[in-house]
C-alpha cells in the first residue's frame, strides 16, 4: 500500500484531534499534531516552548518561518515513511505550500465543516486529561468538581486557549485563513469536505471511506485519464 499521507483541517473544535487519533490507529500511522508539540514544548520550558507560550495563550498564530521548519523537521523522522495524519498544518497558504514542497501534491486533504456556533458550544465542554491527554467532552461544563477521565482517572482540565475570550480569537484567525487554504486545495481528485455535525463516528467513516477510495486510485496504474 501507498504511504498514506492525510492532512486534516477545519476551524479549532471541529474534531481534528478526535480524527487524527482514529485515522492514525486505523492506518497505523503516526497523529502528528503541531499545537501538541508547541503545547509539550511549553510544558517542558525548552527554547521553542518559551518563544511559542505567549502566542498560544493569545489564540493567535505561531509564524510560518518557525512552523514549518517544525512540520520538516519531523516529517522528516522515519516513522512517517508509510504515512501520517496531519492535525493543525497548514494553517496558512505559505505553510500548505511548503507542504506540497516537502511532500508532494498527492496528500489527502480532508476539511471537517462545522459552524461558528456549534464551535463555540462545543469548546465550553471541551476539557483535556492533564494524564493521557485525552480530549474529552464533560457532561456539565458548570459543575464546579472536575470529573476524573474515564480512560485512565487524570484530571480533566480546560486548555487555556479554551477559554471563551480566546476561542473567540481563535475563530477569526481561522476565519482570516481558512477560505485560502480551501482554495489551495478544493480543485484536487484528493480533497474532500466532510461534515462535521454528525456524530464521530459517522464522520471517521466518511473520512475513511475518501482515503480508501483515494488509496485504491492511487494503487491503480495511471493511465492518463483522470
Ligand atoms: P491546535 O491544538 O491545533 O488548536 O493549536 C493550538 C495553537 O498552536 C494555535 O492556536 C496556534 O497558536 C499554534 N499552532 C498550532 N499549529 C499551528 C500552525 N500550523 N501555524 C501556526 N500556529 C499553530
Redesign the pocket.
Known amino acids: 500500500m501507498p504511504a498514506v499521507n492525510i492532512v486534516l483541517i477545519g476551524p ?1 473544535g471541529c474534531g481534528k484531534g478526535t480524527q487524527a487519533v482514529r485515522l492514525a490507529e486505523r492506518y497505523d500511522i503516526p497523529h502528528i ?4 508539540i ?1 503545547r509539550a514544548a511549553v510544558r517542558a520550558g525548552t527554547p521553542l516552548g518559551r518563544e511559542v507560550a505567549a ?2 495563550a493569545s ?4 509564524g510560518d518561518e518557525m ?1 514549518t521548519d517544525l512540520a520538516r523537521d519531523r516529517l522528516a523522522q522515519p516513522d512517517v515513511a508509510r504515512g501520517f495524519v496531519l ?6 497558504v505559505v ?1 500548505a505550500r511548503v507542504l506540497d514542497e516537502i511532500i508532494g501534491a498527492s496528500t489527502i486533504v480532508v476539511l471537517i465543516e462545522v459552524p461558528a456556533a456549534e464551535i463555540v458550544r462545543r469548546m465550553g465542554t471541551r476539557r483535556v486529561c492533564d494524564a493521557c491527554r485525552l480530549t474529552q467532552s464533560v457532561s456539565d461544563p458548570f459543575h464546579p468538581d472536575s470529573e476524573p477521565c474515564p480512560y485512565c482517572g487524570g484530571n480533566l482540565v480546560r486548555r487555556p ?1 479554551d477559554e471563551p475570550k480566546t476561542v473567540r480569537h ?1 475563530l477569526a484567525t481561522y476565519a482570516a485563513f481558512a477560505a485560502p487554504i480551501v482554495d489551495h486545495y478544493r480543485s484536487r481528485a484528493s480533497f474532500a469536505a466532510i461534515d462535521g455535525t454528525q456524530h464521530a463516528d459517522k464522520v471517521t467513516a466518511a473520512i475513511a471511506t475518501h482515503i480508501d477510495r483515494m488509496a485504491v486510485r492511487e494503487a491503480r496504474p495511471h493511465t492518463g485519464a483522470s
Open positions: 479549532p499534531s503541531t499545537g501538541e508547541l502566542t498560544l489564540g493567535s498564530l505561531v512552523m492535525d493543525g498544518f497548514p494553517r496558512t505553510q486557549d481563535r
